[in-house]
């Protein structure tokens, strides 16, 4: 019988982690890893193997590389169900957790998505939850060092993004709330920067998805007033973060700092992106700052309401000339009594 290399054992002892802590990152079960310590299991599953690095902030391109080791092909679309199953068992437990790019990142919002309850979230413009697929993808993505991981890294991230959607509209229709706390200065800033005259004649199909992107936020708000709720604030914090199950007996909170520029390989394979945690001392620091927020709601012009946000949102669509895409965009979702996102 053939013995294969000992790569993922090696790479578990060299990460400083226990069997529990891998099993709460990676969702593989402390019974499965502990064989495989003991080297009971030889040959570990292809996406037991995958989802082991994806935790530990592999890329693609060093999972493939690690993959060739036990005889496996590289990564490709038939493993992705696998690995999105053991993405749903992840636990986030007492420690800060490192979250590297945006694959990994993802993961972590598709599993915190699955843990349910009220999400309140501190950001510069709405959640990215409610961008269209097309324009979430329009985003610049680190480069893998071969084509075909580069392309099954584009293919996993819009899975996992939709399946972190799925969840979403599952956790709404349970009636799970979902707060949004928004810089006034830093959304119109966003507005000049996504819809000026100049990226209008330069890409008109992402003016489009933008439109679209702000009426998901502004028809969810006007459609469920109490359950989706989009404050413009007049402070702006230092992070951006997110707090889920925020009124629940174990919040988890992931705080990150917005990135400005990509680098290429040889500059940084793994570009931070954020920690995660559920430390009360952690916790408390960001539950103070959600507070701060909900006291700095601006109240001008009603804006605090539903019906106040959608007229501001209007106006900043007004001022460069596209507000009529805004009406079809937001006319069209609230045709439909349910939540609805394009």
């Given at each position: 019988?053939?013995?294969?290399?000992?790569?993922?054992?090696?790479?578990?002892?060299?990460?400083?982690?226990?069997?529990?802590?891998?099993?709460?990152?990676?969702?593989?079960?402390?019974?499965?890893?502990?064989?495989?310590?003991k080297?009971?299991?030889?040959?570990?599953?292809?996406?037991?193997?995958?989802?082991?690095?994806?935790?530990?902030?592999?890329s693609?391109?060093?999972?493939?590389?690690?993959?060739?080791?036990?005889?496996?092909m590289?990564?490709?679309?038939?493993?992705?169900?696998?690995?999105?199953?053991?993405?749903?068992?992840?636990?986030?437990?007492?420690?800060?957790?490192?979250?590297?790019?945006?694959?990994?990142?993802?993961l972590?919002?598709?599993?915190?998505?699955?843990?349910?309850?009220?999400?309140?979230?501190?950001?510069r413009?709405?959640?990215?939850i409610?961008?269209?697929?097309?324009?979430?993808?329009?985003?610049?993505?680190?480069?893998?060092?071969?084509?075909?991981?580069?392309?099954?890294?584009?293919?996993?991230?819009?899975?996992?993004?939709?399946?972190?959607?799925?969840?979403?509209?599952?956790?709404?229709?349970?009636?799970?709330?979902?707060?949004?706390?928004?810089?006034?200065?830093?959304?119109?800033?966003?507005?000049?920067?996504?819809?000026?005259?100049?990226?209008?004649?330069?890409n008109?199909?992402?003016i489009?998805?933008?439109?679209?992107?702000?009426?998901?936020?502004?028809?969810?708000?006007?459609?469920?007033?109490?359950?989706?709720k989009?404050?413009?604030?007049?402070?702006?914090?230092?992070?951006?973060?997110?707090?889920?199950?925020?009124?629940?007996?174990?919040?988890?909170?992931?705080?990150?700092?917005?990135?400005?520029?990509?680098f290429?390989?040889?500059?940084?394979?793994?570009?931070?992106?954020?920690?995660?945690?559920?430390?009360?001392?952690?916790?408390?620091?960001?539950?103070?700052?959600?507070n701060s927020?909900?006291?700095?709601?601006?109240?001008?012009?009603?804006?605090?309401?539903?019906?106040?946000?959608?007229?501001?949102?209007?106006?900043?669509?007004?001022?460069?000339?596209?507000?009529?895409g805004?009406?079809?965009?937001?006319?069209?979702?609230?045709?439909?009594?349910?939540?609805?996102?394009?």
């Open positions: 019988m053939r013995r294969f290399p000992r790569t993922l054992i090696k790479i578990i002892d060299k990460s400083g982690l226990n069997i529990n802590q891998i099993s709460k990152m990676s969702g593989i079960s402390n019974t499965y890893l502990n064989k495989l310590k080297e009971r299991i030889n040959h570990p599953g292809k996406d037991k193997i995958a989802s082991i690095l994806l935790a530990l902030n592999y693609i391109t060093d999972i493939n590389n690690i993959l060739a080791g036990y005889d496996y590289p990564l490709n679309d038939h493993d992705i169900p696998e690995i999105l199953k053991n993405n749903n068992h992840r636990k986030f437990e007492g420690r800060i957790i490192p979250n590297f790019n945006y694959i990994h990142f993802e972590v919002m598709a599993a915190l998505e699955n843990i349910g309850g009220t999400k309140i979230i501190v950001k413009r709405p959640s990215d409610y961008m269209p697929m097309e324009l979430y993808m329009m985003k610049e993505f680190p480069t893998e060092s071969s084509s075909e991981a580069d392309g099954f890294y584009k293919k996993f991230t819009y899975d996992v993004v939709a399946e972190r959607k799925m969840l979403f509209i599952k956790n709404c229709q349970k009636g799970y709330g979902f707060e949004t706390y928004m810089c006034r200065k830093c959304l119109e800033e966003s507005f000049f920067r996504n819809f000026g005259l100049d990226i209008q004649g330069a008109p199909r992402k489009e998805l933008g439109t679209q992107y702000f009426a998901n936020a502004v028809s969810a708000a006007l459609k469920f007033p109490e359950q989706h989009n404050r413009v604030v007049k402070k702006c914090g230092y992070f951006q973060f997110q707090v889920q199950d925020a009124y629940g007996k174990t919040p988890k909170v992931s705080f990150s700092a917005e990135r400005r520029h990509m290429n390989e040889e500059l940084d394979e793994l570009t931070l992106e954020s920690f995660l945690s559920d430390a009360p001392g952690v916790l408390d620091i960001f539950l103070n700052e959600i927020s909900k006291n700095a709601i601006e109240t001008s012009d009603g804006m605090d309401t539903p019906d106040g946000f959608h007229s501001y949102v209007r106006s900043l669509f007004s001022q460069y000339g596209i507000e009529s805004f009406d079809t965009a937001l006319s069209f979702l609230m045709n439909y009594p349910e939540l609805k996102l394009y």
